[in-house]
């Protein structure tokens, strides 16, 4: 069966990359029917940033990513202890008491000579019972990898190829630390080991650890794992994508209004090509389920060369998806984004307050203009406020136009629409289109100007969705509202 992991350490959010990661592990291990498994490796309890862990798991439940079990490296403590002993058992690894001193020295001395420093303890061949002896003594000791001398390895990684080292390149790992922790080499390689991982997907950052980690694996004579050193995601702007360049972790892209859903279709193609074959001229089909995904998923069509986040690109994967929604769900998606996420609590009231069949009709008009759910706190803020007063002869769209006749349109639309008995509120766009063409011909003045004039005064921007549409959600009583403040007074 296959089974793989993501094995975060609660240091931190969790990053855009590891998404990635845990994507093309889950989207594997689905695909063969196998277990996606998480595990919180802790063991460094200094870098450890409360909150962080439940963050992980709330990430992989919001974007889709549901593991199979969940395990916790500090709560295995006296595994890796009893393994660690083992090794020493196997004459694979020895109690070590140097001092940090004394591995400085020897760093020096290496330095000096222009060697690069391999830490060989004098503690590797000390004599197992006097170690003990120290032991229960109460001096603190470490458990540490005993690397043999003179020989070559190779090590073929999945989608990096094949690697050469010799063991002079490695140092005597430390394995259990002096607080009884094991290191992250020791647990990391234990727990794929009794997990039964098939596939190692991780970021290639961690390819200088691969001898370590192919040595002790050797140590205990298991076999291991296969690899898959995914390629770096880099920032447009060259390097790693990271913090200080824009938003780098899972939740502040939720927090920012991106669907997850879009996310997860923009990571899917950060490092694999979809093997769609498509004619010349045609474009490349983009959109994928996470269903679609690993029914494609194959790990030969992953890439070993980096990929890059563009942000652009992004955006555009959020807008395809938002304009698929339907006005309920965008509304279902908007309301759970909005009590969350946004700050603006004068709308949330307002938005209470007119209802969900006034927040839908207005939904349908910005529906197409939405790429991110934060966009429409924005978009319908007209729908529910008065905007302030605006100065007409700023807009270049109706310069033209003097205040005296600014002042006449606006005039007429309240004399006609005052001379109305009955309230309006089902005149379609429409009749509000019919009612306005005829205002601009009785005043002889050009429609477009009027339009404009009128959308000005009732929105105070000359850009939104249509001007009709936007007075049939208004109303008589709010468009009269909005105008009488210009009357006497443009
Ligand atoms: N704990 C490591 C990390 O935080 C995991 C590396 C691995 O997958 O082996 O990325």
Request: aromatic share 10%.
């Amino acid at each position: 069966m296959v089974i793989t992991r993501i094995a975060p350490s609660p240091t931190g959010s969790l990053h855009i990359g590891t998404l990635r990661t845990a994507l093309f592990s889950y989207a594997w291990a689905k695909k063969n029917k196998g277990k996606f498994l998480l595990r919180i490796e802790d063991t460094d309890q200094s870098r450890l940033v409360p909150g962080t862990e439940e963050e992980i798991e709330e990430m992989l439940k919001i974007y889709g990513l549901d593991y199979d079990e969940k395990s916790k490296q500090t709560e295995r403590k006296d595994i890796y202890k009893k393994y660690a002993e083992e090794l020493i058992q196997l004459g694979q690894a020895y109690y070590c008491f140097a001092s940090k001193e004394e591995i400085q020295e020897a760093r020096e001395i290496a330095e000096r000579s222009g060697e690069q420093f391999r830490f060989r303890s004098p503690y590797r061949d000390f004599d197992l019972d006097k170690a003990k002896e120290k032991i229960e003594s109460g001096e603190p000791f470490v458990i540490r990898l005993k690397v043999a001398e003179g020989e070559e390895f190779e090590f073929e990684d999945l989608l990096q190829g094949k690697m050469h080292f010799k063991s002079e390149e490695v140092d005597d790992t430390v394995l259990l630390k002096s607080d009884g922790l094991p290191t992250y080499h020791l647990a990391v390689v234990i727990d794929d080991h009794l997990m039964g991982i098939t596939h190692v997907m991780r970021g290639v950052d961690w390819v200088p650890s691969i001898p370590k980690h192919v040595l002790i694996h050797r140590a205990f004579n298991w076999e291991m794992p296969k690899y898959l050193h995914l390629p770096l995601v880099l920032d447009p702007e060259g390097g790693k994508l990271s913090k200080r360049k824009g938003t780098v972790a899972a939740k502040d892209f939720l927090i920012q209004g991106y669907l997850p859903e879009a996310i997860l279709n923009f990571l899917m193609l950060l490092g694999w090509s979809s093997p769609i074959k498509h004619e010349f001229g045609e474009k490349e089909r983009e959109i994928f389920s996470l269903e679609e995904f690993i029914e494609l998923f194959e790990l030969k069509d992953l890439n070993k060369s980096s990929a890059v986040f563009n942000r652009e690109k992004l955006l555009w994967f959020s807008h395809q998806y938002m304009m698929n929604f339907s006005i309920d769900e965008l509304h279902k998606r908007y309301g759970e984004w909005h009590a969350k996420y946004s700050e603006e609590k004068q709308l949330r009231l307002k938005i209470a307050e007119k209802g969900d069949k006034y927040l839908k009709e207005v939904l349908e008009l910005v529906h197409d203009r939405v790429r991110l759910l934060s966009e429409i706190d924005e978009l319908i803020r007209i729908f529910y406020f008065e905007p302030e007063k605006i100065k007409f002869n700023e807009f270049k769209q109706i310069k033209n136009l003097s205040d005296e006749q600014v002042s006449v349109i606006l005039k007429s639309v309240v004399n006609e629409l005052e001379k109305k008995s009955e309230n309006l509120d089902d005149w379609p766009h429409e009749k509000w289109e019919e009612f306005m063409r005829n205002l601009a011909e009785e005043n002889g003045l050009g429609a477009g100007k009027v339009f404009m004039t009128l959308r000005l005064a009732i929105t105070s921007s000359p850009a939104t969705p249509p001007l009709y549409e936007i007075m049939t959600i208004l109303g008589k009583s709010e468009i009269l509202t909005r105008l009488s403040k210009y009357v006497d007074n443009i």
